[in-house]
T-cell receptor, first 116, second 109 residues
């Protein structure tokens, strides 16, 4: 298996522009997680989906952030408009598990976003 | 305020030495995971501990879950340069996990 695939690996954009990050989870996994990692705040959960349905989006910073999972093999995280404080590494992770079960998360390589 | 605290924040040791890093919380977790993250990569799961007092061994790594399921430790015996990385603990909270800030370990040759 190729593991969790994220694209792009690096993104540099100007403040105000729209940014779309993409994730392909491991085939057969039914949960998908979006995280953001910075030196100051560490690894933060933004949102997670179970069977393509958003379960908890309480970590999404504000309305500028949105995430979709149109099918079991694809998810996007969109930032519109982007701001310099959004600069971070964004990780996607997938797992197989049911509600209340143990999740063994497999992380992608991340997208390093720089907003100037 | 961090739900999970990890100590030390940074650790630099010589190859062959032993070390222990800690993960502490005032909250009880149903399970706890340890991950290792190398530069430019995503975290990789090392172990999941579930039962209070549980001890798991993974080659030179020994993981322990506190009796009250509020804390955990990771002990590395005879550290190698390949052990260098960011060690993260994550506690189960509802249907997802909350991560600690990590311990950044450097093992020098």
């Amino acid at each position: 298996d190729a593991g969790v695939i994220q694209s792009p690996r690096h993104e540099v954009t100007e403040m105000g522009q729209e940014v779309t990050l993409r994730c392909k989870p491991i085939s057969g996994h039914n949960s998908l997680f979006w995280y953001r990692q910075t030196m100051m705040r560490g690894l933060e959960l933004l949102i997670y989906f179970n069977n393509n349905v958003p379960i908890d989006d309480s970590g999404m910073p504000e309305d500028r952030f949105s995430a979709k999972m149109p099918n079991a093999s694809f998810s996007t995280l969109k930032i519109q408009p982007s701001e310099p404080r959004d600069s971070a590494v964004y990780f996607c992770a997938s797992s197989w598990g049911s509600s209340g079960g143990l999740y063994e998360q497999y992380f992608g390589p991340g997208t390093r976003l720089t907003v100037t | 305020t961090q739900l999970l605290e990890q100590s030390p924040q940074f650790l630099s040791i010589q190859e062959g030495e032993n070390l222990t890093v800690y993960c502490n919380s005032s909250s009880v977790f149903s399970s706890l995971q340890w991950y290792r993250q190398e530069p430019g990569e995503g975290p990789v799961l090392l172990v999941t501990v579930v039962t209070g007092g549980e001890v798991k061994k993974l080659k030179r790594l020994t993981f322990q879950f506190g009796d009250a399921r509020k804390d955990s430790s990771l002990h590395i015996t005879a550290a190698q340069t390949g052990d260098t990385g960011l060690y993260l603990c994550a506690g189960a909270r509802g249907q997802n996990f909350v991560f600690g800030p990590g311990t950044r370990l450097s093992v020098l040759p």
